[in-house]
């Protein structure tokens, strides 16, 4: 690994958790090493780590040393040929090659994919059902949907509600439902072609219900946890992850965020009474988690929603914050977020999946 390359996985203890979120989208590895003024190794951060310090504290602006593990498994470069048991033997999939001096030579990471795919240990969420709200009419992509149903638009040659599902299908979810409403002759058309194996169901709205309106439609076929999605987005994150922290936490409702970097485009003034400036920032940055529009929901909850009532996600999200409930969140970075819900950010989206020249 060349040593341009090297740096983009290398950080100092320093840094703070947004800055560390931007790098790991950066390397798209989900791994920084923490190096001292002398290069030096001494910690280890993850996607994963970051995301229980921001479950836990919610601080984006802790430093890395706060969250960093300070043991990391190294090899040296005379024990390099060893790396593949290494790493299977402590189940790390980055293992740093360094010096006698403890300085990273070189970085060794497993491959992403062993041939192990399909086997049942990785497909954790069989029996888990996926809710995609597929019944809006994209008034935010017009022309588009003036022609095409918004789940049918497509992203590359295949359509965003297909992509969708495979990512779910990954991890062996087969039980979909889909809420349609607008053009829904022509989604059951295009589905009904492209089946294989899974089950989708539809759930036919006669007048719209919203995000969360719609689910009492379903309250027969809901039995255990399940997961709701907008049909105009795709999260590259751990499915079998996020519905595991939903199970763990004591959550009612779990909504997925994506961190949100904002940059002011001026120099921002701040300023004490009678006008007078005390201090000034050169186009500052602004950071938050905004709602994906993906969660996890207990079946239970189905009971809070008003039946044939106009009802939003967010309605409901809303009352269980009044009631005291129990609202959580899992924490995503700003690269793991695509939203095809504008022509813009659809744009991003084939950029980011490689698409442009499809």
């Known amino acids: 690994m060349k040593r341009e390359e090297l740096g983009r996985f290398l950080i100092t203890q320093t840094v703070i958790v947004v800055e560390a979120m931007q790098r790991i989208d950066s390397n798209a590895k989900g791994i920084l090493f923490v190096i001292d003024e002398s290069e030096k190794l001494i910690g280890v951060v993850t996607d994963g780590d970051i995301r229980r310090w921001l479950i836990k504290t919610g601080d984006l602006q802790g430093e890395i040393h706060h969250i960093m593990n300070r043991n990391p498994k190294v090899i040296t470069c005379k024990e390099r040929k060893k790396a593949k048991e290494y790493m299977e033997k402590y189940l790390i999939t980055a293992l740093p090659v360094v010096t006698k001096e403890n300085r990273i030579k070189d970085i060794i990471f ?3 994919s062993d041939g192990s795919e399909n086997t049942e240990q990785n497909m954790p969420l069989q029996e888990v059902p996926v809710v995609i709200m597929a019944g809006g009419k994209g008034t935010r992509l017009y022309p588009y949907t003036k022609i095409l149903p918004k789940p049918l638009i497509p992203i590359g040659d295949i359509p965003i ?3 969708i599902i495979h990512e779910f299908r990954k991890y062996g979810v087969r039980d979909f439902h889909a809420t349609v409403n607008y053009r829904k002759s022509m989604i059951k058309s295009y589905f009904s072609d ?8 539809y759930v ?6 919203g995000t969360a309106g ?3 439609l379903l309250g027969d076929k809901l039995h255990k946890p399940f997961i ?7 999260i ?8 595991q922290y939903h199970l763990e936490s004591g959550n009612e409702l779990t909504m997925v965020t994506a961190l949100k970097n904002i940059v002011v ?3 921002v003034v701040h300023s004490s009474e009678n006008g007078r400036i005390y201090s000034m920032e050169e186009k500052p940055r602004l950071s938050y988690f905004v709602n994906t529009g993906m969660y996890i929901l207990n079946p239970e909850l189905l009971k809070d929603i008003p039946e044939g009532a106009f009802f939003h996600m967010t309605d409901l999200a809303d009352k269980l914050l009044k009631e005291e409930r129990g609202v959580g969140m899992y924490p995503i970075s700003e690269e793991s977020f695509l939203d095809m819900g504008e022509f813009e950010e659809m744009h991003r989206m084939e950029e980011k999946l490689s698409l442009k020249a499809e």
């Open 265 to 267: 485009p001026y120099g």
């Open 236 to 243: 590259h994150a751990n499915y079998a992850d996020i519905y």
């Open 214 to 216: 719609s689910l009492t």
């Open 110 to 112: 497993k491959e992403e």
């Open 161 to 163: 509600m297909e992509r």
């Open 228 to 234: 709701v999605t907008n049909c105009d987005i795709l």
């Open 194 to 201: 492209n089946i294989s194996d899974y089950m989708l169901d």
């Open 204 to 209: 036919e709205e006669d007048k719209p219900l």
